[in-house]
């Protein structure tokens, strides 16, 4: 029962230009949502996240947009660098429960 | 602070063999989450602790899995008898609260043949 999707595994970008990842859920209930960066041989590192009662937040060249009637996330990254290729995963959690990932995108940043 | 802490980084056995992942999550985070990485799934939860006891383990695949949190400091993920399929990176993940953000080791990479 996947609760998170990432429907796109991979996406490129051009240096200096904007990456958007996207990522929906089915459960209303989630709160509280999370953008982890994962580089290879490492584990993820947090990134961003926003509460369910904001429709955005941003932290330096991140971006992070909530619908909730669509129950919708995306990440956007501008401009995007060739350090951000990665993989990165969003996730849900509901308050004192735990977190749910999607399957990742990995993002390729070309120069 | 260290960070979560992981061993062994890298481990390759043969199947049916007893397989023991070790963690060591960051003081203080009274949550600790075990989770499977595989490209198929992507990262997948397998259980997780509160103050050192299980509250929820329905992600863990069968009964070949099992995890004890014996202390605040120490977490282990056994599996037994092992099986190729069971060949996946494993990350162990720490956190204050459950809904915050989550601080992962840097993973065991399991491979059985």
């Known amino acids: 029962d996947q609760q998170v999707k990432q429907n796109s595994p991979s996406l490129s970008v051009q240096e200096g230009r904007i990456s958007i990842l996207n990522c929906d859920y089915t459960?209303?209930?989630?709160?509280?949502f999370l953008w982890y960066k994962k580089y290879p041989a490492e584990g993820p590192t947090f990134l961003i996240s926003?509460?369910?009662?904001?429709d955005k937040n941003e932290d330096g060249r991140f971006t992070v947009f909530l619908n909730k009637s669509a129950k919708h996330l995306s990440l956007h990254i501008v401009p995007s660098q060739p350090g951000d290729s990665a993989v990165y995963f969003c996730?849900?959690?509901?308050?004192?429960?735990?977190?749910?990932f999607g399957a990742g995108t990995r993002l390729t940043v070309k120069p | 602070d260290a960070g979560v802490i992981q061993s062994p980084r890298h481990e390759v056995t043969e199947m049916g063999q007893e397989v023991t992942l070790r963690c060591k999550p960051i003081s203080g985070h009274d949550y600790l989450f075990w989770y499977r990485q595989t490209m198929m799934r992507g990262l997948e939860l397998l259980i997780y602790?509160?103050?050192?006891?299980?509250?929820?383990d329905s992600g863990m695949p069968e009964d070949r899995f099992s995890a004890k949190m014996p202390n605040a400091s120490f977490s282990t993920l056994k599996i037994q008898p092992s099986e190729p399929r069971d060949s996946a990176v494993y990350f162990c993940?720490?956190?204050?609260?459950?809904?915050?953000?989550?601080?992962f080791g840097p993973g065991t990479r399991l491979t059985v043949t």
């Open positions: 926003i509460s369910s009662i904001k």
């Open positions: 459960n209303s209930m989630f709160d509280y």
């Open positions: 993940a720490s956190s204050p609260w459950s809904g915050n953000e989550q601080y």
């Open positions: 996730a849900a959690s509901l308050l004192e429960d735990d977190m749910r």
């Open positions: 602790f509160n103050n050192n006891v299980p509250i929820d």
